[in-house]
């Protein structure tokens, strides 16, 4: 028997760039939106200049107190664009603001000349980032559950974590790597994460690098549900597949600045009708993924919201109770 899916929405907090508002009710209103309409989470992304939005641990620290239920998460924190130790003391505060509901999604930088610049500014050298940001989690999980007041690694050294406040639960909240299916990126995962969310382009391509973790798992002598597999994806809806793919087109070319033909070889993108939608995504709940993590390929998200909850959501998660009891 597998886990039962959830599925969380992304908050549209790029997308106030990309209009020019920056009223936060707005972001706050879906949230509970969102819970009301019975999604399992939602989360919001990071960036400060390669993608500028709001701050995420601020933007979910304002969602926690306008739900009840909803998990929330950060998809992903760069955690690099801050100190490990105000990293730290950022998440546990995070962690208590959403009583235990936190979800830390963490990556160490999109391989993109934004993102490079964007490290650059902060003062963080973008070669060995993924070295350092496995560091700073290890000093993190050091720090929220009393391992010692010093950290020592190869990139990163850091003492007094013994007078950071506390998680709101002892080891703090789980610790996802959004990453790709390259053998590093799997094995790193296996090896120190509870949670894998990538947005790999197929379901194919997704089915192959779980069965790959899984058994990664096996040899760091991790239980074998050590790690949540979870997905990133890019819904747009329409009336017919050509009208949801022009408008999903226009999302891209604003949000990344290229168009989605160069970003579908690169990131999760389904466009159509709702049965089109809830059909792509079957195929990543056939494929393995227990948690589903969904942008609205739009600028005005209201309208496919309801969609995606009442036509797309009943279908995934039909095929993931097949799943289960198969």
Not at 31 to 41: M, R, T, V
Not at 253 to 272: D, F, K, S, T
């Amino acid at each position: 028997m597998t886990e039962p899916l959830r599925v969380g929405l992304l908050l549209p907090t790029r997308e106030m760039a990309m209009t020019g508002s920056w009223d936060i009710r707005p972001v706050l209103e879906l949230a509970s939106k969102a819970e009301e309409l019975g999604f399992d989470a939602v989360w919001t992304g990071d960036s400060l200049t390669a993608r500028p939005r709001l701050d995420p641990v601020v933007v979910l620290a304002a969602v926690s107190g306008a739900t009840e239920r909803l998990a929330v998460g950060t998809g992903a924190l760069t955690a690099a664009l801050r100190h490990p130790l105000l990293g730290a003391n950022l998440v546990s505060s995070l962690h208590h603001a959403a009583r235990g509901r936190l979800e830390l999604g963490v990556g160490a930088g999109f391989p993109m000349p934004e993102s490079e610049a964007e490290f650059e500014a902060v003062g963080v050298p973008f070669a060995g980032r993924a070295g350092r940001l496995d560091e700073t989690v290890r000093l993190w999980k050091q720090a929220w559950s009393d391992g010692g007041p010093v950290f020592e690694g190869r990139h990163l050294s850091a003492s007094m974590l013994d007078r950071l406040p506390p998680p709101a639960v002892p080891g703090g909240p789980r610790v996802w790597l959004a990453g790709s299916d390259t053998p590093r990126v799997l094995s790193r995962i296996a090896r120190q994460y509870d949670g894998w969310l990538p947005f790999l382009p197929t379901a194919e391509a997704y089915g192959a690098a779980w069965d790959t973790i899984r058994g990664k798992l096996a040899e760091y002598g991790r239980p074998a549900d050590a790690v949540v597999p979870g997905l990133y994806a890019t819904v747009g809806l329409g009336a017919d597949r050509a009208s949801a793919e022009a408008e999903l087109d226009g999302y891209v070319r604003g949000y990344y600045g290229r168009p989605l033909e160069l970003m579908r070889g690169i990131q999760a993108y389904g466009a159509g009708r709702a049965e089109d939608c809830a059909e792509w995504l079957s195929g990543y709940v056939r494929a393995g993924a227990r948690h589903l993590v969904i942008r609205l390929g739009t600028l005005d998200p209201w309208p496919q919201l309801k969609e995606l909850a009442d036509q797309v959501l009943p279908a995934v998660r039909a095929q993931a109770l097949a799943e289960r009891s198969d």
